[in-house]
Nanobody, 118 residues
């Protein structure tokens, strides 16, 4: 099982970024995919989730209206489009996959840093 993230970087407030997370080693189309983030000195926070069936989504209140999670099951890839970035979005972002019976199996990406600063 592997989750490979890409797309981090240093941006100014108000800019946009898009993350990608390429998955392998499990049945991606039936998995629950999420993005988490961890800011310095804080715990890991759930940012967004996309369900396997129907592609329904959930977002943290702090990112609603600015971030969009999507998936391409043909490419085994999940995306996080982040618009109107704020300094408080600075964190390491992690891709997360859950699959199997009761979604009991789980894997994490290596994390990618986003720094929002002027």
């Amino acid at each position: 099982v592997q989750l490979v993230e890409s797309g981090g970087g240093l941006v100014q407030p108000g800019w946009s970024l898009r993350f990608s997370c390429a998955a392998s080693g499990f049945t991606f189309s039936s998995s629950l995919m999420s993005w988490y983030r961890q800011a310095p000195g804080k715990g890991r926070e759930l940012v967004a989730t996309i369900f396997s069936a129907g592609g329904g989504t959930n977002y943290a209140d702090s990112v609603k209206g600015r971030f969009t999670i999507s998936r391409d099951n043909a490419k085994n890839t999940v995306y996080l489009q982040m618009n109107s970035l704020k300094p408080e979005d600075t964190a390491v972002y992690f891709c997360n996959a859950r699959w199997g019976l009761a979604r009991s199996r789980e894997s994490w990406g290596q994390g990618t840093q986003v720094t929002v600063s002027s």
